[in-house]
């Protein structure tokens, strides 16, 4: 069993930054896949970026790519998801997520979630 616990987000300006974290209760992420999802409200949840454990393979969806950035600390067990140049259409939960198989995180689905950390963009 992972669990993760995303940590980092809070309320940005548009045109800001924020970076997320989460770290991973597993010995080692070998052989995993780590992602971002987001959910706005009254909207489904969407996929926004994944890596390999070896920090090969970012894979970014069109909203968010050249914006975001998403990167691993495999020494800290630790993905992070820095987000620049923030538009109000940003705001959302953002989850992390984790699994063995990367092309069903890139798909949009992962076994394992973290709860959740509120990212709000102001105009």
């Known amino acids: 069993q992972v669990q993760l616990v995303e940590s980092g987000g809070g309320l940005a300006q548009a045109g800001g930054s924020l970076r997320l974290s989460c770290a991973a209760s597993?010995?080692?992420?070998?052989?995993?896949?780590l992602g971002w999802f987001r959910q706005a409200p009254g909207k489904e949840r969407e996929f926004v970026a994944a890596i390999r454990w070896s920090g090969l393979n970012a894979y970014y969806s069109d909203s968010v790519k050249g914006r975001f950035t998403i990167s691993i600390d495999n020494a800290k067990n630790t993905v992070y998801l820095q987000m620049n140049i923030l538009k109000p259409e940003d705001t959302a939960v953002y989850y992390c997520a984790g699994s063995r198989n990367y092309f069903r995180v890139v798909g949009g689905s992962a076994e394992y979630w973290g709860q959740g950390t509120q990212v709000t963009v102001s105009s």
């Open positions: 597993v010995d080692t992420f070998t052989g995993y896949t």
